[in-house]
C-alpha cells in the first residue's frame, strides 16, 4: 500500500463518494476506483459500502482512515521535526479542547501562541468529553484537554487544574437562595444532563446511587450551548462543572456548589504514549500550561491549580 493511496482513501472518506474525490484529485474515476479495489484485496476486506448516494466506510475502514490520518499527518510533519527546536517550533498541531472550558481558554492560547511560536499553526477543535477521548485514541488530534485521564490506557498526561460542580438554576423560576447546597436537597428538580454513557452524567450518577438520591433527569443533551438555554429559560437545572455556566450569571442563572459530598473532577492535558509530540506539539503543550496557570491566578478560570 502506497502512500498516494492513502492520500486517496483519506480524499474518498472526506468527500464521502469516489467521483467526487476524483474530481477534487484531478483523476479518473475508475482509476480511482482500481486503487480502491487493490487496497480491499490487500487488506482482505471491503473498505467502503456503496449505495446510490456515494460511499460509507466499513468498520475495517474507519480503522484504516484512523490509521492513514495520523500517518499522513506525521509525514507532513518531517519537514518541520527536522528543521524545528523547541524555541524555533513550527508546524501543524491539532488540540481538542472540552466545550466547559474552550471559551475561556481558547482566544488566551491562541494569543500566547502568537507571542511565543508564531510559526506554529494550531488547529482547535472543541467537544465534549467523550468526543474529545475518541479524537485522541484514534489519533485525530495531537493533544486533548479532559477529565477521567487516568481511565484511558496508552496516554501521557499532566494534571492542569481541579474544578467543582455546581447546580444552576433560574433566579426566576428556582429562587434567588444562594450559598451550598447539599447533594440530596437537589432533589426532585427537573435537571438537563448528557447521556449516560457521558463521563459528567456517569460522575453525578454514581455520587447519587451512593447516596440513595435518585435524580430527576428529564431532558438528555449532549450540547453544552443547548444546556446554558435550558437553564436560562427555566425548564430545567444543570448539575455542572462552575465553569461550564460561568457566563450565564449575567442571564438570571443562580450557582450554588453542591456540598455533602463536593463533586470535583481533574483535567487533564493528554496526548498518546506512541506519538510522541513534535517540537510544535510541545510548544502547544508549554503554552496551554502557562495560559492555565495564568487564568486560575487571574480568576478567569474557576479551578484550582495543581501542581
Same mark, same amino acid.
Given at each position: 500500500?502506497? @502512500?498516494?493511496?492513502?492520500?486517496?482513501?483519506?480524499?474518498?472518506?472526506?468527500?464521502?463518494?469516489?467521483?467526487?474525490?476524483?474530481?477534487?484529485?484531478?483523476? %479518473?474515476?475508475?482509476?480511482?476506483?482500481? =486503487?480502491?479495489?487493490?487496497?480491499?484485496?490487500?487488506?482482505?476486506?471491503?473498505?467502503?459500502?456503496? =449505495?446510490? #448516494?456515494?460511499?460509507?466506510?466499513?468498520?475495517?475502514? #474507519? #480503522?484504516? &482512515?484512523?490509521?492513514?490520518?495520523?500517518?499522513?499527518?506525521?509525514?507532513?510533519?518531517?519537514?518541520?521535526?527536522?528543521?524545528?527546536?523547541?524555541?524555533?517550533?513550527? $508546524?501543524?498541531?491539532? +488540540?481538542?479542547?472540552?466545550?466547559?472550558?474552550?471559551?475561556? !481558554?481558547?482566544?488566551?492560547?491562541?494569543?500566547?501562541?502568537?507571542?511565543?511560536? *508564531?510559526?506554529?499553526?494550531?488547529?482547535?477543535?472543541?467537544?465534549?468529553?467523550?468526543?474529545?477521548?475518541?479524537?485522541?485514541?484514534?489519533?485525530?488530534?495531537?493533544?486533548?484537554?479532559?477529565?477521567?485521564?487516568?481511565?484511558?490506557?496508552?496516554?501521557?498526561?499532566?494534571? !492542569?487544574?481541579?474544578?467543582?460542580?455546581?447546580?444552576?438554576?433560574?433566579?426566576?423560576?428556582?429562587?434567588?437562595?444562594?450559598? *451550598?447546597?447539599?447533594?440530596?436537597?437537589?432533589?426532585?428538580? *427537573? &435537571?438537563?444532563?448528557?447521556?449516560?454513557?457521558?463521563?459528567? #452524567?456517569?460522575?453525578?450518577?454514581?455520587?447519587? +446511587?451512593? +447516596?440513595?438520591?435518585?435524580?430527576?433527569?428529564?431532558?438528555?443533551?449532549?450540547?453544552?450551548?443547548?444546556?446554558?438555554?435550558?437553564?436560562?429559560?427555566? @425548564?430545567?437545572?444543570?448539575?455542572?462543572?462552575?465553569?461550564?455556566?460561568?457566563?450565564?450569571?449575567?442571564?438570571?442563572?443562580?450557582?450554588?456548589?453542591?456540598?455533602?459530598?463536593?463533586?470535583?473532577?481533574?483535567?487533564?492535558?493528554?496526548?498518546?504514549?506512541? =506519538?510522541?509530540?513534535?517540537? %510544535?506539539?510541545?510548544?502547544?503543550?508549554?503554552?496551554?500550561?502557562?495560559?492555565? $496557570?495564568?487564568?486560575?491566578?487571574?480568576?478567569? &478560570?474557576?479551578?484550582?491549580?495543581? *501542581?
Amino acid at each position: 500500500m502506497t @502512500l498516494r493511496q492513502l492520500k486517496y482513501f483519506v480524499e474518498i472518506a472526506r468527500a464521502g463518494s469516489i467521483t467526487t474525490a476524483a474530481n477534487t484529485l484531478h483523476i %479518473a474515476q475508475p482509476a480511482l476506483s482500481h =486503487h480502491v479495489a487493490a487496497m480491499e484485496e490487500e487488506m482482505g476486506a471491503p473498505l467502503l459500502t456503496r =449505495h446510490a #448516494r456515494g460511499v460509507e466506510l466499513t468498520a475495517e475502514g #474507519r #480503522r484504516l &482512515l484512523d490509521r492513514a490520518t495520523s500517518i499522513l499527518r506525521q509525514i507532513d510533519s518531517i519537514k518541520d521535526d527536522v528543521r524545528g527546536s523547541a524555541s524555533e517550533a513550527r $508546524g501543524n498541531v491539532s +488540540l481538542c479542547l472540552v466545550g466547559s472550558v474552550a471559551p475561556v !481558554l481558547a482566544v488566551p492560547l491562541f494569543r500566547a501562541l502568537r507571542e511565543r511560536a *508564531p510559526a506554529v499553526q494550531l488547529q482547535l477543535s472543541t467537544g465534549m468529553s467523550r468526543e474529545a477521548r475518541a479524537l485522541v485514541e484514534a489519533r485525530r488530534v495531537d493533544l486533548a484537554l479532559l477529565p477521567v485521564a487516568s481511565e484511558i490506557s496508552r496516554l501521557e498526561a499532566i494534571p !492542569l487544574f481541579e474544578e467543582r460542580f455546581f447546580l444552576f438554576g433560574a433566579a426566576r423560576t428556582w429562587g434567588v437562595e444562594s450559598g *451550598p447546597i447539599r447533594f440530596a436537597d437537589i432533589g426532585d428538580r *427537573p &435537571l438537563v444532563a448528557p447521556d449516560r454513557e457521558h463521563d459528567l #452524567r456517569k460522575l453525578i450518577e454514581r455520587t447519587a +446511587l451512593s +447516596l440513595g438520591c435518585p435524580l430527576n433527569v428529564r431532558y438528555e443533551l449532549n450540547n453544552p450551548e443547548l444546556y446554558r438555554d435550558m437553564v436560562s429559560e427555566g @425548564l430545567a437545572c444543570a448539575v455542572m462543572p462552575r465553569n461550564a455556566l460561568a457566563a450565564s450569571a449575567s442571564a438570571g442563572v443562580v450557582a450554588r456548589e453542591i456540598t455533602e459530598p463536593a463533586i470535583e473532577r481533574t483535567q487533564s492535558l493528554v496526548w498518546l504514549v506512541d =506519538h510522541p509530540l513534535t517540537p %510544535a506539539g510541545e510548544a502547544v503543550r508549554s503554552a496551554l500550561v502557562e495560559v492555565v $496557570g495564568t487564568l486560575i491566578d487571574n480568576g478567569a &478560570l474557576l479551578a484550582r491549580k495543581l *501542581p
